[in-house]
């Protein structure tokens, strides 16, 4: 029987290429977002992250359809991905923004981990939290944002400390990456996508599937020493001073 994997916001950019990589290297993939779409899987499931955080009997309807299509291994994966942006500055901020924010980066993942961790620890499996270079180096107006992240990758460290050997628990910081959202928003403007670019010492942004392959790595038994990790997938940008020359 092929290992199953629960992705989540799997209709996004990032999501999508999680999706297929999972699915091309044998991984049975249970799908999940709010709206279907037309991501790789075996089977999807339609489903509210930030409902979950409020609702306990909908997060019981949800859990209950996940081990529907999880085998007697358990859950060999579980990869957070969902996530929402909201931008603002500090005196805009309000507080309902603060909320949401929280429950979905930080406090749905927690729910799914929790939940989920009977299946998790059956499979000896592994959690990768997707969160964002803006856990570490932000810009202005990012501030929720920037926040949540910075959060979950503390959650990564902890869990792995309290969960031990139970399962393994890493997250990935990306930097700008080619999503259809990203590209949309550099369309017409050529001259800026290319500064962004260019302020990677590697010369250019990510391709989903170049945060997809690390998270495959993760839960791989090639990474089976890893745990409470944060692996910084930015092309250098996180390391790299922009004072001016």
Not at 32 to 46: K, R, Y
Not at 128 to 154: D, E, Q, R
Not at 207 to 223: C, D, G, K, T, Y
């Amino acid at each position: 029987m092929p290992k199953s994997v629960l992705i989540t916001g799997a209709n996004g950019g990032i999501g999508k290429a999680l999706c297929r990589m999972f699915v091309d290297a044998g991984y049975f993939v249970i799908a999940s977002d709010q709206v279907a779409g037309d991501c790789a899987c075996g089977v999807f499931i339609q489903a509210n992250i930030e409902t979950l955080c409020i609702d306990p009997e909908y997060g019981a309807n949800i859990f209950a359809q996940v081990r529907r299509y999880v085998d007697e291994q358990g859950l060999f994966a579980l990869v957070n991905n969902a996530a929402v942006q909201i931008l603002g500055k500090t005196e805009e901020i309000q507080v309902e923004q603060w909320r949401r924010t929280l429950d979905t980066n930080l406090i749905a993942p927690f729910l799914l981990i929790q939940g989920l961790l009977p299946e998790l620890k059956k499979a000896k499996g592994s959690v990768v939290n997707i969160s964002s270079v803006h856990a570490i180096n932000t810009k202005p107006g990012f501030v929720c944002y920037a926040t949540s992240k910075s959060a979950l990758v503390g959650m990564t460290k902890a869990m792995a400390v309290d969960l031990g050997a139970d399962l393994r628990i890493n997250a990935i910081c990306p930097g700008a990456t080619a999503t259809p959202m990203l590209l949309a928003g550099f369309e017409g403007k050529e001259e800026e996508f290319q500064q962004l670019s260019n302020m990677h010492p590697l010369g250019r942004i990510a391709q989903p599937e170049e945060i997809a392959s690390v998270a495959l790595f993760l839960v791989s038994q090639e990474a089976s020493f890893i745990t409470g990790a944060s692996l910084s997938v930015d092309g250098g940008i996180g390391v790299r001073l922009h004072d001016p020359l």
